[in-house]
């Protein structure tokens, strides 16, 4: 089989893969959220509180976006803004605890459906899977911690 057929299974597998983890994401509790919302409040909760231009950069979106998309979750009630103390122009984000609830729940799914996935493999072919995933993001991602 040649490479060019490979990657047209990968990204067939890939875009499957895909829909299986929005089907997950899209609805959480009671909440309707984007694949870039709930992105951002899983960031958000494994920093604690960060600032917007940090949580811009992380995310690879614009000062701007971000703006528009902390918005949107403080108008959801999953993230509140604080201004710094000591300089009024710092914005720090930090999520609610609706926020946090929802974050669990998220994560919860989203393992779930991994679990079952991956329930389907042999230790040694879960252990390849990962192994072969983690190479393949090596190559999109050099110098970036994992």
């Known amino acids: 089989m040649t490479t060019e057929n490979n990657v047209t299974r990968v990204l067939e597998a890939f875009d499957k893969i895909s829909r299986v983890f929005a089907d997950v994401s899209g609805f959480v509790g009671d909440i309707s959220l984007s694949k870039l919302e709930l992105l951002t409040i899983e960031f958000i909760s494994k920093q604690e509180k960060i600032i917007m231009s940090k949580l811009a950069d992380n995310l690879r979106i614009r000062f701007n976006t971000a703006t528009s998309l902390v918005d949107r979750l403080v108008q959801k009630k999953l993230v509140q803004r604080v201004r710094d ?19 669990l729940l998220y994560q919860k799914r989203r393992e779930k459906a991994m679990t079952e996935m991956m329930g389907v493999l042999s230790a040694e072919e879960q252990k390849t899977t990962i192994f072969i995933m983690e190479k393949l993001i090596k190559t999109k991602t050099k110098g970036e911690k994992l």
């Open 85 to 103: 103390k000591r300089d009024r122009r710092i914005v720090i984000v930090g999520l609610t605890d609706k926020g946090k609830k929802t974050v």
